[in-house]
C-alpha cells in the first residue's frame, strides 16, 4: 500500500512539474510572438475623404463590428475580464486623452491590414486576418471616418493574459495574435462591384471565416465555454431557408425555426445593418457552397 501511494505522489508531482514546464514555455513563447518586430512594406496610401466615403465609413465602423468591440462612441471598452483568460482592453480610437497620439493614415492602415501597432507589434485579439481582405476603397472609408472621430477622453488600463490564455494562445486555440494569420505581402484589391453576386458574397464572407471557418461549415467552439459553430453553407440550415427567410433571420436575430440568436454568439445586431444588396449576395455565396 505504502509503494502504490509513494508511486501516486510521484506520478502527481511529475503531472504538476510538467504542467509548469508546458506554462513557463507558454508564456515565454507568447511574450516572444508579442515583441516580434514585422518587417512590412506598405505602398503609399492617397486618403479620400468626401461625405459619402465618411457615411460608408461611419456604416463600415459598425458591420464590420468595430463598434462591437471598441464601444458606440470607438473610446475603446473592457472586452474581456476573466481571472483566468485575462484582461483584454480594445483601445480609445479617437484622438481624445487616452486614445491614439498622432495615428497618420499609414498607421491606422498599418493597424487594420497588418494587425500591428505604430512599432510593428502584433495588436491582441485586433482580428487583421479579416480586415487585410478589405478593398482599397473600404479600409479607405475606415480610416477616413477614424480619423475625423469626435474625440473621447477615457483613459483604460493595459490588456494582460492570463494563466488559461497563455496555455490556450500557446495551443493556437484562441485567436489572441491575429497577425500571424495575415498574408502581409498581399497587395490591397481596389474594389468589388457592390452586386447581388457569388463574387461580392464571398467578398463579405471574410467576415464569418473567424468564427464559421473558410468552408463556412462551422465546427468546434470558438472558445471556452462558447457552443459549437453552426454549419451556414448549403449543407445546414441556411441550405433550406429562403432569400426573404435568410434576410429577416440576419435582421431579426429570429431563424425560421423559431429560434431567437444570441448576440455574443451570432452578431446579428451587426448584420442588421448590411444592405439588401450584401445580404442577398452573401446568401448566394452561402447556397453556392
Not at 518586430?37 to 463600415?60: K, M
Not at 492602415?109 to 501597432?117: C, D, F
Not at 448549403?234 to 431557408?241: D, L, P, Q, Y
Not at 451570432?266 to 448590411?274: L, N, V
Request: proline residues 6%; charged residues 20%.
Amino acid at each position: 500500500m505504502k509503494k502504490i501511494l509513494k508511486w501516486f505522489v510521484y506520478g502527481f508531482l511529475m503531472i504538476l512539474l510538467s504542467g509548469f514546464i508546458f506554462y513557463l514555455y507558454a508564456y515565454f513563447s507568447t511574450q516572444s510572438r508579442l515583441a516580434h518586430v514585422y518587417n512590412i512594406d506598405t505602398p503609399p496610401f492617397v486618403l479620400q475623404t468626401d461625405s459619402a466615403i465618411l457615411a460608408e465609413g461611419s456604416r463600415l465602423m459598425t458591420v464590420k463590428g468595430c463598434r462591437d468591440c471598441h464601444g458606440e462612441d470607438l473610446g475603446g471598452k473592457l472586452w474581456l475580464n476573466d481571472p483566468m483568460l485575462g484582461l483584454i482592453v480594445t483601445p480609445n480610437l479617437t484622438n481624445g486623452k487616452g486614445g491614439l497620439e498622432n495615428y497618420s493614415t499609414h498607421d491606422w492602415l498599418v493597424a487594420l491590414k497588418h494587425g500591428l501597432s505604430k512599432k510593428r507589434t502584433p495588436l491582441l485579439i485586433m482580428p487583421s486576418n479579416e480586415f487585410s481582405m478589405l478593398t482599397e476603397k473600404d479600409l479607405n472609408a475606415l480610416i477616413a471616418y477614424g480619423k475625423q472621430l469626435e474625440p473621447v477622453d477615457r483613459e483604460l488600463p493595459k490588456s494582460s493574459i492570463g494563466f488559461l490564455g497563455y496555455l490556450l494562445t500557446s495551443l493556437d486555440a484562441i485567436p489572441m495574435i491575429p497577425a500571424e494569420k495575415v498574408d502581409h505581402s498581399r497587395q490591397l484589391t481596389k474594389f468589388v462591384e457592390q452586386e447581388v453576386t457569388v463574387e461580392f458574397g464571398q467578398y463579405l464572407s471574410v467576415a464569418c471565416e473567424g468564427c464559421h471557418r473558410k468552408t463556412m461549415k462551422g465546427g468546434s467552439p470558438v472558445a471556452p465555454g462558447f457552443p459549437p459553430v453552426a454549419d451556414i453553407s448549403a449543407s445546414g440550415n441556411v441550405g433550406t431557408w429562403t432569400e426573404a427567410e435568410f434576410i429577416r433571420t440576419l435582421r431579426t436575430g429570429k431563424t425560421p425555426e423559431g429560434k431567437m440568436l444570441k448576440q455574443e454568439e451570432m452578431p446579428w445586431t451587426i448584420t442588421q445593418h448590411y444592405t439588401d444588396v450584401e445580404l442577398k449576395a452573401l446568401y448566394l455565396y452561402l447556397k453556392s457552397l
